[in-house]
């Protein structure tokens, strides 16, 4: 299962800073990750993904670390900007399983 | 990337009514669709699984005859909310796996549900 019902934690940055949000996950048979990006009353985006036969990747002012020894998944915002302001779910699933399961969300607030 | 409409965005009803929310992969076939609930400040919350031409999989603790989940077509998934009451108040968003696109699983805008 995912979780459910947990208060969100917090991440407040000052805007050009780097944010890191962190995730750490259960299953070790996970083998797809995948980071997304939640802004107020929305659906939340696709950010970035990353499978289990890498430790790091790169996009656009994103990268995302995985850490499979400590099931730790981290993402990693450069410069951030007012924009990046939401709420940011790591979620993991696992090859032919129909589940993916979601962390319990961080919600970044950059501060002009 | 692939575009998930959920339609309505917003919905006020009265306590005791039916209310439907669509789910449409515009772009792709979904042959699985999911739907959650959303609280304010907190999680996603998956309420069920919806499979393609195959009656859906609830989670513990979802009434399926309150949340009624259909999903005829490969593009098309709607859940309605039975007898609606204000504790169903909430949001509701769904969300389309693309079998194609790595498993990633792409999200509607999501409905936000008042009943009053």
């Known amino acids: 299962g995912e979780s459910v019902g947990l208060h969100l934690p917090t991440l407040s940055v000052q805007e050009g800073d780097n944010s890191i949000i962190n995730c750490a996950y259960s299953?070790?048979?996970?083998?797809?990750f995948i980071w997304y990006k939640q802004e107020s009353g929305k659906g939340p985006q696709f950010i970035i993904d990353?499978?289990?036969?890498?430790d790091k990747r790169q996009g656009q002012r994103v990268t995302v670390l995985l850490n499979k020894t400590v099931k730790h998944l981290s993402l990693q915002i450069a410069a951030t900007q007012p924009g990046d302001s939401a709420v940011y779910f790591c979620?993991?699933?696992?090859?032919?399983?129909?589940?993916?399961?979601f962390g319990a969300g961080t919600r970044l607030t950059v501060k002009p | 990337g692939a575009v998930v409409s959920q339609h309505p965005s917003w919905v006020i009803c009265k306590s005791g009514t039916s209310v439907k929310i669509e789910c449409r992969s515009l772009?792709?076939?979904?042959?699985?669709m999911f739907w959650y609930r959303q609280f304010p400040k907190q999680s996603l919350m998956l309420m069920a699984t919806?499979?393609?031409?195959?009656?859906?999989?609830?989670e513990q603790g979802v009434e399926k005859d309150k949340f009624l989940i259909n999903h005829a077509s490969l593009t098309l998934s709607t859940l309605t909310v039975t007898s609606a009451h204000p504790e169903d108040s909430s949001f509701y968003i769904c969300?389309?796996?693309?079998?194609?696109?790595?498993?990633?699983?792409?999200f509607g805008a999501g409905t936000r549900l008042s009943v009053l």
């Open positions: 990353i499978r289990s036969n890498m």
């Open positions: 919806s499979n393609e031409g195959s009656k859906a999989t609830y």
């Open positions: 772009d792709f076939q979904a042959t699985t």
């Open positions: 299953n070790s048979a996970s083998d797809y």
């Open positions: 969300s389309a796996r693309d079998w194609e696109a790595k498993n990633i699983q792409y």
């Open positions: 979620a993991e699933t696992e090859k032919g399983n129909n589940d993916m399961r």
